[in-house]
Every structure is written in C-alpha cells, then in structure tokens.
C-alpha cells in the first residue's frame, strides 16, 4: 500500500517540520468482519429449513436417520419450515429384506420448527395420511417390523426415571389407513379404513378412539379416555378417571386372522366382543361378554359355542371377580375372586367331563377321556415384592381313560404353600399330591398313593431339599437334589429307588393298557450319589434285587439276587459323559460297559466296550413274560458270551436315522432251539451293524430232518425295518412240518393250514429277492417272490380243510389224509401274498384250486375252485337225487369265494345261485345223456312233456326247478333285481 505525504500546517510551524503518529484500523476492519460472519450465519440458518427440503438436503438427513435402525429409510418430498408445519411426503420403511413395512401417502405436523424447538413437548397435530403397516411373520415367528427397528447399538446407561413428567400436548390423527398381517403361504388378513385420533393435554387428559373395517366387514371401534394421570406432572394412577372401551358390531371370523398369526389352517367360527370399564379414584369396574359361536377346528366332532362373562371390582383396596365359562349347556368352570389388592382368595370349579367334551367340538382328542368335579381355593398374599401363594385342590371320582389305560381315583388332592417371586425371583413350594383308592380297569391298585415335596425351589436351575413318591409298591426319595435346566442333568442329590417289581409290574400294565401284567417279581433297591467334580458331576451307585424270578411254574427262572454297579462322570461344558465300572450280574446274565459318549446333547458319538454272557432260558423266560405270544414259537438253549462295542453317532442330527454313522458287533451262539416246534442244532452267528444295516451272515443251521438256512440284511435307516434277502435263498430245506410251523408260517400263505393241529412230512421254502417289512409298517414295501413245496405231507382235517374236504365226503373218517402240492409259487406285493394256481391234491381225485392273495393283516381275498360233489350239492341247498346230479357234472367245478381272516376264514356258500350257473350246462352238458332224459331233467316243453313256465317261458318241472326249491319265493313278492356275479363254474381241468 502506497503512502501519501501530508500537508504542511501553516500554523504551527512545529508540526511542519515533524511528521504525526499513524492511526491503527484493525479494529474497525475486524469488526466488519464479524458482522459480515453473523451476517453469513444468520442467512444459513434461515435457509436451513429450505436447503435440507432440497434433493441434497433430504438425502443427507435420511442417510443420517439410516444409521439409527437395520432397515432403511425413504422419502420422495420433504417440506421444512421454521414458522410453518412440516411435510414428508411419499414415506417409506423398509425392513432387511427389502419389504416396505410402514409407508404414508405423507407425514404432516402443523408447528414450525421454532415452535417444535422452544415449545417444550407440544407437537401441534401429526397427520399419518393414507398409512400402511406390515405385519410380516417369519418362519420362526418373528415380526419382521422387530428387525426394522432394532437397535443397532448398545443402549447406554439406565437414566434415573424422572421426577417429574413433561407437559406433553398433541393430536395424531390417521385418516385411512390399513394394517396387513401377513404370512408365506397364507391370505393377508388386513383392517382397512382404519380411523383414529389420540389427543393428549398433558398426561391429565388423554382420549381416543379408533374404528377399523375387517375383511368380513364387520367393524371393530375402541375407545379410551383417561384424566388426571399425572396431577401436578407426577404419574398417579390411582387418582385417575377413566373409560375403556372394545366391541365389534356383530360377529367376526376369526379363522382366518388366527391362521395367519399362528401358521395353522382349519380353524373356522365367528367370535362377539363387548368389553366395558370405568375406572374412578378408588373404583373400578369392568364387564366383559366374550362369546364365541360355532367355532370348528380341523378334526372338530362338531361345532363349539363357548361364552366368557364376567365382572371385576375394585373400590379403594376391595377386590371382587367372577368369571364363568359356559359351553352347549350351564357353565362348566367358574372363578369367583375377593379379597383386597395385598390379600385374595380366589374358588375355582370345574367339571372335568364337560371340559372334555366342550375341547373335543375343537381338538381330536381320540380316546383320551377324563372326569370328574374339580374343587379348589387359591390364597395370593403380597409380600417383599412377591406373593406368598397356598393352592388346595380336590378332584372327586377322578378318571383318565385312553385305550386299554384306565385309571381310577375316589379322590385327587393337590395341596401347596409357597412364593411366587417376580422379576428374576423364583418359585417356591412345599407339597403334596394324593390319590386315594386308586383302581386300574376296575382293580384296586393302591389304597393312597402320594407324592410329597419339601422347599422346591424352581428358577434356572430346579433344587429341593426332599422329594419322596411313596406308593405300596414303591418308593422313590430324593435328598438335597439339584437339576440344571440347561444342560438337564443332576448337579447334586441323593437318591434312593425301593421297589416291589410284582406290584410294580401290575401298576406298569395298567398304566401301558397291557392285557397281560409280565410274570416279574423280587425286591429292588437301589441308591445312588450326585456330586460335583471339577465342572462335571458324578453319579455313582450300587443296588441289588432280591429274589428275582421271571415267569411262573417249573418253567420259571430264578435268581436269589442281581447285583447292580452304576458309575458315569457328566461333564456339560466338554460335552462327554465317561463311564467307568457299569456293571449287571447274576447267575445267568452278566453284562459289563465302559467307555466314553460325546457331544451327549447333539450326536452322542459312543465309543463303548464291553462284553456280556448270558443264560438264554433265561432270557427266554423273560421273553415269554413280555410277550405271551412266544410261548409255543421259540425256546433257545445254552449260553452265548462274547465281546461287543459300540462306536459312533446315536443321534446324528444331519442324518437319517441318527444313528446311522453307528457301527456295533457281537457274536450270539446257542446250544440249540426250539424254533415253530422244530429242534434246530447248535449255532453261532456274528451279526454287525454299519449304516444303519444290521448285517446277518448266511448261515445253515442243522435240524432233526433237513436244515434251516438265515442270512441277511436287516434295513434300518427307512422309516420301516425291511429284511433284504437278495438272489435265491432256500430258508427251509426238508423241514419237518410241525402244527406251530403250519399255524404260524404256512398259513401265511395259504389259510389252509392254520388250524392243522396233526401234521407229517416236510417242506421246502425257497424265496427270491426278498423285502419284508419286520415292523408293524411298510407291508407295501414287501417284494419278491418265492415256492412252497410240500413232501410226503400228511394231515387230520380241521377248521377250514376240513370244511373243504367235507365237500368230497374225505373228512368223515378223520383219518390223516395224504395231500399233494402242485403250483406252490408265488409273489409278494400291495402288502399282500399272491398266486393264481395253488393247487391241493387229495385222494380220490379231489382237488382245490385256490388264486387270490393273503394280506399281512391277515385279511383273505381268494377263491377255492371245488370240483362238484354231492355233499357240496347239498351245501348248497340243491334237492333231490344230488349223487346222480353230481355224476351228471362230474366235470364241472364251483369257484367258492374265501373272506375273512387267516384265522377265521369264511366260505361263501351264499353267493353262489345253483340254478342260474347250472342251467346253461345241463342244457348243453346233458343232450347226449337221451332225449327222455334230457326232457325228465329238465321238464322241457316237448310232446307230452309239462308245459313251460307262463312268466319265463322256459321249461320247468325238471331238475332246474328242484334247485328252486332250494329258496321258497312268495309268488306274490315282486321279482328280486338279478345281480351280476362272477361265473362260478369251470368245465374239466382248466385252471381256476
């Protein structure tokens, strides 16, 4: 910057000569400046509102909102303004999985921003135009408008709740909106033309209403107002007035709302809702009429109508309810409720049958019944935060019945007195629960039999200082016990089993609907101890049962006493239970594990050793007991002893079945058996498990004449256990036929032999790529093929062979017929035994021919071809001279249907009509017999013959109308409907 020089002064002479000071600016001109700032600012500041409603200005704010929430954040329009209201328009939420989960035609609020900012917490009016809310279900259930709005980060701190309130003022208004409920495979449910208003002057006066169109349309309106919550800005409900209101205009479906909140289909029927309160300083009531009509679950017996009505009450500190549900008839469970808010009674009633039978119209509940009169008193007591809580309840003439299962008490009592904490506080109880003269399908079982507990106390884990179920035939005691929920294992305890296993056994088949209670008895006692070590717990334990007999009579097996040695370490954190000496011995089976199981909660991967040796009529004996059936079909003799193991998955939750990944091996040996009443030699056989394939190697197995051959793959890893038996395999080779194998084997494939109880000769079976279902399941799996031969077989005719041979007139000396098999093939599928020539060979040229199938269910569908004779002539029913009627047709055959059972089978005699199916045969078969033959058989309408039938003007007279005879018509009754059947007769030897 370039200086001037200054002019001189004339009168003062000294300032000509020196020059003056200069003058400092810097002040001024930063002066300027900071006015010229605040300028700047002031300018921005009223522009803000106007730059952020700028396209620049509206991405910046939502990205920064984004932040806030996992979901994001749009908007086409927004309108901001420091006097004015606010705007957005177009507002969208979407969820993470890019689902528009709210979004408003706009979002307006009528203060201004100035106004929003100095005016404390009154918002003027908020109006949501047009909004819509998704309510998505996942899979698992959650709502997807959770995950929208989840908070990303961690909370901070909890704040100390305010003093006092803040005057909060303002108006939200939704003028027609819609909330969608929604799941994958269901209909939207959506509430339509939604209408509210929520208007607050401070928290001393709120009001509401809300009123919505459901898809049914019917309307559902709510309202609610409320005054002097908060008096002086402190919350004090107790001096608020206030009125509630919820009703529909008539009656709504509610199938299709529960279905897309639960994910069930099937559920229909219409529900009414009236629900009113008033509450005043110091009073309040309530009535609620809730009624639902004709509601239908998906296995309903039939439709359900059930009402909720009741009353409530508080004034000041008195408490009053009572609540009735009724069903078709009067109400069938009431709670009546008094007392005061630190103290209340409550007595329940309840009629257990009419439950049952109001829960039917809803639920299949099969079987399954129970009754009775349920009475009882529950006392609620506050105290430190809790409640000191006392249930008695009494069940008269109670009764639980389902299948074979009945179960009978005069009297159930449940009695308890304890605490129910709140927040993370826990229950707590001390009890009892009773059964007086209970009685199983009508047998006393117990005259008491109880159950009592001592300071159980129930949070995460379940501890107690004494639990005891005492009974005639058991006791069961357990000390200081301590269970962890998580892991559910025991972390402590005591405990001590006493049982009588012949009373024992009695309650056990009554409780399993057994028709026979298993031949079982002796003492068991058994102690065990529950301790910590080292983050694991140990179980160790010992016992014995004295006097153990199995079975009945001589054949009975006796042990004077089992020993029992129990030692396992459970450890949750590493997964591994590790067994140590496990040990069962007696005389006659000794059998000892140890080893190691991991990840026992997920796969439990075994790797277990061990060995065993056992008596097998022992086990025999046992297996009699349990399943009565066996009896007459098996005996084994002897003593098997081997090694065994067990190594890999028991229950692999990525596979199927879980266990498939196991593999296991022993070896079994036997001195002999008695197998279908056929003695069968020494053996031994090393079966192996891999890949959920039981293994059996091919094995021949000596009997008294011929052999037995067994081999195999026993298929587990279906849903049905299949016997795999590839390529051909002779399973019985020149087997002596004994009436246990004709009764449980060869009947299975043809009836015929069930009930031969007198039988010689021998049989040979072989099969073909076999599949048989071994379980109850999978016979349409059944496959294959096979041939049944017969060889110098003998037989005394009984049951259904006898029936047959009678035909023949074979069965009236009951000496043992010699019988012959022809056309013993057959084939297995549909779940059935197939063949269509199965052919039986008797003396004196009788045959049977049988085709058709046998179930394995035991059902028959076949047909026996029977040559005619005169008996079977007169089975059915044909008068007259039958020999010489049955020589005139010696070489026609009946087809005789076969229903029923395998082991009731039926003869359908009745459906087979001897004059229509022998009428056209002796027309033809008969000519050459002569002419004054043929005209005296069949009273033909020849020269001097009887004239023809006026209605059917066929000849009649003769033999045909003898067989008439057989069934008398009232000539008055109106022709019967002639039914079409399957012929019936077969000339010769032709095949059936």
Do not use: C
Not at 58 to 82: H, M, N, V, Y
Not at 808 to 818: N, P
Not at 939 to 967: F, H, I, Q, S, V
């Amino acid at each position: 910057m370039t200086e001037q020089a200054e002019t001189p002064n004339p009168e003062n002479p000294e300032a000509a000569t020196a020059p003056p000071p200069k003058k400092k600016r810097w002040g001024r001109r930063l002066l300027v400046m900071l006015l010229g700032l605040v300028v700047v600012l002031l300018v921005l500041v009223g522009l803000a509102p106007t730059i952020a409603s700028t396209d620049g200005g509206r991405t910046f704010l939502l990205r920064q909102a984004r932040g806030f929430i996992p979901g994001d954040l749009q908007a086409d329009g927004l309108a901001l303004s420091w006097f004015g209201g606010q705007r957005i328009e177009n507002l969208r939420i979407v969820d993470p999985a890019r689902r528009e989960v709210v979004t408003a035609r706009s979002l307006s609020i009528s203060r201004g921003l100035l106004s929003l900012i100095g005016g404390g917490f009154d918002f003027g009016e908020i109006t949501l135009d047009d909004p819509h809310v998704l309510l998505q279900f996942e899979e698992d259930g959650r709502l997807s408008l959770t995950d929208t709005f989840s908070q990303q980060t961690p909370a901070g701190p909890a704040s100390e709740p305010a003093a006092t309130l803040p005057e909060i003022r303002g108006q939200l208004v939704i003028d027609g909106g819609t909330v969608s409920v929604a799941r994958k495979g269901f209909e939207t449910y959506d509430l339509r033309e939604i209408d509210a208003a929520v208007r607050v002057d401070t928290l001393s006066n709120i009001t509401a209403h809300l009123g919505a169109l459901l898809p049914d349309g019917r309307k559902l309106s709510a309202a609610l107002g409320a005054e002097g919550l908060a008096p002086g800005n402190r919350l004090d409900l107790a001096a608020a007035t206030g009125t509630l209101k919820l009703a529909t205009d008539g009656e709504i479906q509610i199938g299709p709302l529960v279905a897309v909140v639960t994910g069930q289909q099937g559920l229909t029927g219409g529900a009414q809702i009236d629900v009113d309160a008033t509450a005043k300083p110091g009073n309040l009531q309530a009535t609620a009429d809730i009624r639902v009509r004709n509601l239908v679950g998906p296995d309903a017996a039939r439709p359900l109508n059930l009402a909720l009505a009741g009353t409530g009450s508080l004034q000041g500190e008195q408490v009053a309810a009572d609540v009735a549900l009724t069903g078709s008839g009067s109400p069938f469970a009431t709670v009546k409720a008094e007392g005061t808010t630190a103290a209340t009674s409550a007595r329940i009633s309840a009629d257990l049958a009419a439950l049952r039978t109001e829960l039917a119209q809803v639920f299949d509940l099969g079987d399954l019944d129970f009754s009775g009169r349920a009475d009882g008193t529950v006392h609620l007591t506050r105290a430190d935060g809790g409640y000191d809580t006392q249930v008695d309840l009494q069940v008269g003439q109670f009764g639980f019945q389902q299948g074979a299962r009945d179960l009978r008490a005069a009297e159930l009592k449940l009695t308890h007195a304890g605490r129910l904490g709140t927040g993370s506080e826990t229950f707590r109880s001390t009890g009892s629960l009773t059964l007086r003269d209970l009685a199983a399908g009508g047998k006393p079982l117990d005259p008491a039999a109880e159950v009592r507990w001592q300071d159980l106390e129930l949070g995460d884990a379940l501890r107690a200082a004494s639990v005891e179920v005492k009974a005639t035939p058991l006791n069961l005691t357990a000390e200081n016990l301590g269970v962890n929920l998580a892991s559910a294992t025991l972390d402590g305890g005591r405990l001590r089993v006493q049982a009588d296993l012949a009373k024992t056994m009695q309650l056990v088949a009554a409780v399993g609907g057994m028709a026979e209670q298993p031949d079982l008895s002796g003492q068991l006692d058994l102690s065990a101890d529950v301790s910590a070590e080292d983050n694991a717990q140990r179980l160790a334990g010992s016992g014995t049962i004295q006097g153990l007999t199995i079975g009945r009579g001589e054949s009975a097996v006796r042990e004077e006493q089992v020993t029992l040695t129990l030692d396992a370490r459970i450890d949750p954190q590493a997964g591994t239970i590790r067994l140590g000496e496990n040990r069962v011995a007696s005389e006659k089976l000794t059998v000892a594990l140890q080893g190691e199981i991991r990840e026992y909660t997920g796969k439990a991967v075994a790797d277990i050793s061990g060995d065993y040796e056992l008596s097998w009529p022992a086990i025999t004996a046992l297996l009699h007991e349990l399943a009565p059936g066996t009896r007459d079909v098996v005996r084994i003799d002897g003593t098997s002893r081997s090694p065994l193991h067990l190594r890999g998955p028991l229950n692999d939750p990525s596979a199927q079945p879980g266990f498939r990944g196991l593999s296991a091996g022993l070896a079994v040996e036997w001195d002999g058996i008695d197998l279908l009443g056929i003695p069968l030699s020494a053996a031994r056989v090393e079966p192996s498990l891999a890949d959920a394939r039981l293994t059996v190697p091919e094995a021949a197995i000596g009997a008294t004449t011929g052999r037995i051959r067994i081999g195999g793959t026993v298929d587990l890893g279906g849903p049905d256990t299949l016997l795999r038996m590839p390529g051909s395999t002779r399973l019985l080779d020149g087997i002596a036929v004994t009436p246990e194998l004709a009764r449980d084997l060869l009947s299975r494939i043809n009836p015929i032999f069930f009930a031969a109880l007198e039988t010689s000769g021998q049989v040979n079976l072989t099969v073909n790529d076999l599949v048989l279902p071994l379980g109850s399941g999978g016979a349409e799996q059944a496959a294959g093929g096979g041939k049944l031969e017969l060889v110098e077989m003998r037989v005394r005719p009984a049951g259904l062979i006898g029936d047959l041979v009678s035909l023949a007139g074979l069965a009236e000396t009951g000496e043992m017929l010699a019988i012959q098999l022809q056309g013993g093939d057959f084939e297995l599928g549909e779940g059935r035994v197939r063949y269509d020539d199965f052919t039986i060979l008797f003396p004196q040229a009788f045959d049977l021919k049988f085709r058709g199938s046998v179930g394995f269910d035991d059902t028959l569908d076949l047909v026996v071809s029977v040559p005619i004779r005169p008996d079977l002539l007169s089975r059915l029913g044909v008068p007259g001279d039958v020999v010489r009627y049955a020589e005139m047709l010696k070489d026609v055959r009946v087809d005789l249907p076969l229903t029923g059972t395998r082991e009731n089978p039926q003869l359908q005699f009745a459906e087979i009509d001897a004059q229509k199916l022998l009428e056209g045969v002796l027309e033809g078969e008969l000519q050459d017999a002569g002419k004054g033959l043929l005209d005296n058989a069949l009273g033909g309408a020849r020269p001097g013959g009887p004239p023809a039938d006026e209605k059917t003007g066929k000849p009649g007279g003769g033999l045909l109308e003898k067989l008439k005879g057989g069934k008398k018509q009232d000539p008055d009754a109106p022709a019967e409907a002639e039914k079409p059947k399957r012929p019936r007769l077969r000339r010769g030897k032709d095949k059936p």
